[in-house]
């Protein structure tokens, strides 16, 4: 897992859960939508979180197509 993941409860658009960012040090930010739950925060950061881990940001596919597989599963 990245050294450093910085986590922003973001007020975000209705239907966006969230999303991360890798920055170019290498570290990487989740942004929350502070509008859902704090089950669905937690959720949603675990989300995130699984993406971080599984290096899904050093792979070449769409967003889209990464997301549909990782649902998928």
Same mark, same amino acid.
């Given at each position: @897992?990245? *050294?450093y993941i910085g986590v922003y409860l973001v007020d975000?658009? =209705?239907g966006v859960r969230?999303?991360?960012? /890798?920055n170019d040090d290498g570290s990487h930010s989740v942004i929350i939508n502070a /509008? @859902?739950?704090c *089950? @669905?925060?937690i959720e949603t950061y675990? =989300? *995130?979180i699984a993406h971080i881990d599984s290096e899904d940001f050093s792979l070449c596919d769409e967003i889209n197509s990464l997301e549909y597989e990782r649902h998928a599963i």
């Open positions: @897992m990245a *050294e975000l658009p =209705h969230g999303y991360t960012i /890798r /509008r @859902m739950s *089950e @669905m925060q675990n =989300h *995130e």
